[in-house]
């Protein structure tokens, strides 16, 4: 049985890059998320796990190739397990 990840933080130079390019600031992506603003920045920038609701809010705004590209994955064997479940 596979253990179950408790959240998976963010690659902050990734997400910066993709709220510039897509007009969004940190405050539409916090509240989106039910952070506030000052959360969303201490998460990114300290590397905190984001819980199931707030990958699934991302995983949703951003789509799913964007999303992945954004999320940290503790092996690059998950990572790569992941990647051919969601994308074949």
């Given at each position: 049985m596979k253990p179950?990840?408790?959240g998976y933080s963010i690659k902050t130079w990734t997400m910066q890059q993709w709220i510039c390019s897509n007009g969004y600031t940190q405050s539409h992506i916090a509240?989106?998320?039910g952070l506030s603003t000052?959360?969303?920045t201490k998460k990114l920038y300290e590397?905190?796990?984001f819980n199931e609701y707030q990958v699934c809010m991302l995983i949703e705004l951003m789509?799913?190739?964007d999303a992945f590209k954004v999320l940290y994955f503790p092996t690059m064997k998950m990572r790569r397990r992941i990647y051919k479940e969601v994308f074949g």
């Open positions: 179950r990840v408790e509240k989106l998320l000052e959360e969303f590397h905190e796990k789509k799913a190739q």
